[in-house]
């Protein structure tokens, strides 16, 4: 991968979870922060994974989305809203990372499935 194309591809990460995390705290449940999200998401996925990233950003993002089911709803009774927040932004989180993780479980079914011939 060109030296540029790393560079854009960590801007659009890092762009993606500012996003999240403000979003969720200042705008939860917003249609026009999803789609930047998953927007980003696919720009990452396609720019920004290399071989040996592919297994560990699917168990991540497998991971966001088993936490993100769990609630963090209780965390409600000790400072108000911060439960609800916290699950807003594993949302996000969630969102911005599924594309990614849809592009790089496809290439690697695709490597998977015509080997290389050696």
Same mark, same amino acid.
Do not use: C, K
């Given at each position: ?27 939860? *449940? ?25 297994? *560990? ?15 963090? !709803? ?13 699950? !807003?932004?594993?949302?996000?989180? *969630? ?9 790089? *479980? ?13």
């Amino acid at each position: 991968m060109s030296r540029a194309l790393g560079i854009i591809g960590f801007i659009v990460f890092a762009a993606g979870l500012l996003l999240a995390l403000i979003g969720g705290i200042v705008a939860p *449940a917003s249609g026009n922060i999803i789609l930047v999200l998953v927007v980003l998401g696919i720009i990452v996925g396609a720019v920004n994974v290399i071989t040996r990233e592919m297994l *560990a950003l699917l168990v991540a993002t497998v991971a966001l989305i088993v936490v993100g089911t769990a609630g963090f !709803e209780p965390l409600n009774q000790l400072i108000a809203g911060l439960g609800t927040t916290i699950d !807003e932004i594993i949302y996000y989180l *969630a969102r911005f990372m599924a594309p990614a993780a849809i592009i790089t *479980a496809v290439r690697t079914l695709v490597r998977v499935g015509f080997p290389v011939v050696r």
